[in-house]
């Protein structure tokens, strides 16, 4: 068994202290034994708690996704201990406040440096948060990357705000949730789209207003009937549906797109988008101000992260399934104690 590959390519280590890890290589994923990076200027060691999983871990484990290198840790959020205090992970480094966007040295945890799905981590301390105080170990490592995506592209980028009419699409997904979660806390009134029927019911419990299953024909047809226009439309799907979120969107919407999980655009009309006055905004995680004030909207509105599911580190294999299965409704969690 490989115990210092990672950490040796890595480099800065010198410990011989060693943790369970979830690692990637050629062969796919197991459960190894590594070492603990040393700690440099600047850093900390947090014992992990929790990690959860984003769809951009199965895209790496799949080989669709850019910069692959083995052998990785994967994971991009986390929750645990600094010493007695509890913290969460910001998996977006080297992005301080620039509103444009992320510099040239940015990096999200997890590729193309070691990420969460691990024992102990070293991580920055400009990286380190402390908890919102009501939430749990398990919500608290749901929040970060899919929090922090959510909020950019549905507040830095798409304006939201009280008494708009938000769409968001796929709504079983962990950004969706959150986008559609946040939008509400700021007033606004949401609609969804699913593949599932089962999501969009769960999804009214939440407090969004109404929603349509994309898989009807014409689906964007009886959603104009059934909610009207829309001043916000928040997509991670992209796709052949993308062209249809245009006939739904009012004069002048926002429309954000944050992922591409149906693949590239196609069929988008040039007519409806300059004649609506349409503005499409491409959105990708957040900076550190960014990530500060999501916090502060989940602590301030005390926003709860949906949780799908909860695997223990021996059934790692069951979480990346449940994921593959598109199944979920809200964040999966693997637990590392
Ligand atoms: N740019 C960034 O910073 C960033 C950050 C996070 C994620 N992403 C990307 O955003 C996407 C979602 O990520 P995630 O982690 O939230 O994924 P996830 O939790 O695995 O959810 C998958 C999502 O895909 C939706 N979906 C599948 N087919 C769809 C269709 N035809 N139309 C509309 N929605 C469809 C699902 O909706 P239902 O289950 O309701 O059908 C669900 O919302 C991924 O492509 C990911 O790589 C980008």
Not at 188 to 200: F, L, N, Y
Not at 235 to 256: E, K, Y
Request: charged share 20%.
């Amino acid at each position: 068994m490989p115990l210092c590959l990672i950490s040796l390519q890595n480099s800065n280590f010198n410990t011989i202290n060693l943790m369970k890890s979830i690692v990637l290589n050629e062969t796919g994923l197991s459960i190894q034994d590594c070492e603990l990076p040393f700690v440099g200027v600047d850093q900390s060691k947090v014992e992990i708690s929790c990690a959860s999983l984003n769809h951009r871990d199965l895209w790496i484990t799949k080989g669709q996704y850019a910069g692959i290198k083995y052998p990785i840790i994967l994971g991009s959020d986390a929750s645990g201990y600094l010493n007695d205090q509890k913290v969460l992970i910001n998996p977006s480094t080297n992005w301080f406040n620039d509103p444009i966007g992320q510099p040239k040295d940015y990096e999200i945890i997890g590729l193309p440096r070691d990420g969460t799905l691990r024992q102990e981590g070293i991580f920055n301390n400009n990286l380190i948060h402390s908890i919102p105080e009501h939430l749990t170990m398990e919500e608290a490592s749901a929040l970060p990357l899919a929090g922090l995506t959510a909020y950019r592209v549905l507040i830095s980028r798409c304006k939201v705000k009280s008494g708009d009419k938000v769409l968001v699409t796929g709504i079983g997904g962990g950004v969706a949730l959150f986008a559609a979660q946040f939008a509400i806390a700021l007033g606004a009134e949401v609609w969804v789209t699913s593949g599932d029927d089962s999501k969009i019911q769960k999804s009214l419990e939440l407090g969004v207003k109404g929603g349509i299953n994309y898989k009807i024909e014409n689906w964007h047809k009886q959603l104009n009937l059934q909610a009207g226009g829309f001043d916000v439309i928040i997509d991670g799907a992209a796709g052949q549906g993308f062209s249809h979120l245009l006939s739904l969107a009012n004069a002048g919407a926002n429309i954000g797109i944050y992922g591409g999980t149906t693949g590239k655009i196609e069929g988008l009309s040039p007519q409806i988008l300059f004649w609506k006055q349409l503005n499409i905004h491409g959105s990708t995680m957040g900076n550190h101000t960014e990530f500060s004030q999501m916090l502060k909207l989940v602590s301030d509105f005390k926003i709860r992260p949906v949780i799908d599911s909860i695997y223990h580190l021996n059934d790692f294999q069951k979480a990346f399934d449940r994921m593959d299965s598109g199944k979920q409704f809200g964040k999966i969690i693997i637990s590392l104690k």
